[in-house]
């Protein structure tokens, strides 16, 4: 008899997958679903990444392995674009490690740190790959600290409970799910607290550069120390709306960039040298027009959307404020997320319950605004048939899925 290792029973469902199915399998029942699930950027990426693309796979050598660490050219990319959007200057051989997506990595980087039994202390709510790819597949144990909604959803880090086994913090602003960002005194006390207890301070910056009128996401690399215990993770995914493409990058902590790599070059064999290619061209025209302005357009779209948004939810008596950044709006719905979620499908609208990112969030949803604001807008007229008073007084179920 086949028997799973003991990890894989440790996993919980992996939601996305989950609306995903329940997306399709609606869809070939003929319902016109309108998904603000998953936050895949309906945006098509600059046209310097195809462009270059095409050009990559005439080059000799395109089609060959690559190396699981990056070839030079993409981690040079890395570096000067640090230095330009960030003022941080890196070490390309030393301090950079191309992923095949910041997903890949944030997994990986558990492999290379996590001992079984050790602790990763993590966001409630947070991208559930902290806990599921980076701990519990790595044997260890996620302890989640709150982050509160009247802090800004930012970290208490007195109240952060750290002991012997206490191995790494993950921390994510702009923050997926709840679109808050982080202002400079969390990135200087998470690198404190990191350096004080010893511990390797993850830090997701996937949604940097999504952002709306003035805000500019910071990096913690920015910050002072920090190269001594942290190391950041980005990717083309949302930046180049490239999600497909898998390019991303890893940076920071020398030993934990090579950690990493040891991993990686026993896992993978790196990313296509022709999506290499494809993605430097675009992070090395990244201050450049067309490009620049092309983003700077596509995130006032972005805006506009999660307004619309906004003002339709707000219309059936739920609070809503616009983030600063990220596609996401997170919204407190006064009853299990779940169950709103199921009146939403019943009027042809997916949106992801709060309890797929912690316990804590059982009584939020999530939006994605990331298809055409036309279709926003549609959502927006179906939503504004349900009548959250019954939502409300309907019996919650106790897990989001018994809802389907
Ligand atoms: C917070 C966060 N980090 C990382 C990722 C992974 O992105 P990718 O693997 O495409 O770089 C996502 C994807 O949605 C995310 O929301």
């Not at 949604?207 to 001594?228: A, H």
Request: charged share 25%.
């Amino acid at each position: 008899m086949i028997t799973y290792a003991n990890r894989i029973g440790r996993l919980p469902p992996y939601i996305f997958a989950d609306l995903e199915k329940l997306q399709e399998d609606m869809a070939r029942r003929g319902t016109d679903i309108i998904s603000l699930g998953i936050g895949d950027p309906d945006f098509t990426p600059p046209s310097i990444v195809v462009e270059s693309l095409k050009q990559a796979l005439e080059e000799p050598g395109s089609h060959n392995y690559s190396s699981s660490a990056g070839e030079s050219y993409f981690r040079q990319a890395v570096v000067d674009w640090y230095e330009k959007r960030f003022n941080v200057n890196l070490d390309v051989e030393k301090q950079v490690c191309a992923l095949i997506g910041s997903k890949e990595g944030l997994a990986n980087v558990g492999r290379a740190l996590l001992n079984v039994g050790d602790e990763a202390l993590l966001p409630d709510p947070g991208y559930p790959v902290y806990a599921q790819g980076a701990t519990i597949l790595s044997d260890a144990n996620p302890v989640f600290f709150p982050l509160d909604p009247r802090e800004d959803f930012q970290p208490n880090f007195s109240q952060m409970r750290v002991d012997g086994k206490s191995k790494l913090v993950f921390l994510n602003y702009p923050s997926n799910p709840t679109g808050a960002v982080a202002d400079k005194s969390t990135l200087e006390k998470a690198v404190e607290f990191c350096r004080q207890h010893n511990l390797v301070l993850c830090y997701d910056n996937a949604y940097s550069e999504t952002s709306f009128d003035s805000y500019r996401s910071p990096s913690v690399l920015q910050i002072d120390g920090s190269l001594e215990c942290a190391v950041e993770f980005n990717s083309c995914s949302k930046m180049f709306n490239m999600t497909g493409y898998r390019v991303g990058f890893a940076v920071g902590n020398e030993k934990v960039i090579s950690g990493l790599k040891k991993v990686k070059t026993q896992i993978d064999s790196g990313i296509p040298r022709f999506l290499q290619r494809a993605a430097s061209a675009a992070l090395n025209r990244y201050f450049e027009n067309p490009l620049s302005k092309e983003r700077e357009e596509n995130n006032h779209v972005v805006k506009e959307r999660l307004e619309i948004l906004a003002q339709g939810l707000r219309k059936i008596g739920l609070k809503t404020s616009v983030p600063k950044a990220t596609f996401y709006m997170w919204v407190n719905v006064g009853t299990d997320g779940a169950q709103f979620v199921r009146h939403l499908l019943n009027v042809g609208v997916v949106a992801t319950p709060g309890g797929a990112f912690g316990k804590s969030c059982w009584d939020y949803v999530r939006f994605s605004v990331t298809q055409s604001t036309h279709r926003i807008s549609d959502a927006v007229e179906r939503i504004s048939k349900l009548n959250l008073e019954d939502i409300r007084k309907a019996v919650p179920s106790p897990t989001w899925l018994a809802c389907f």
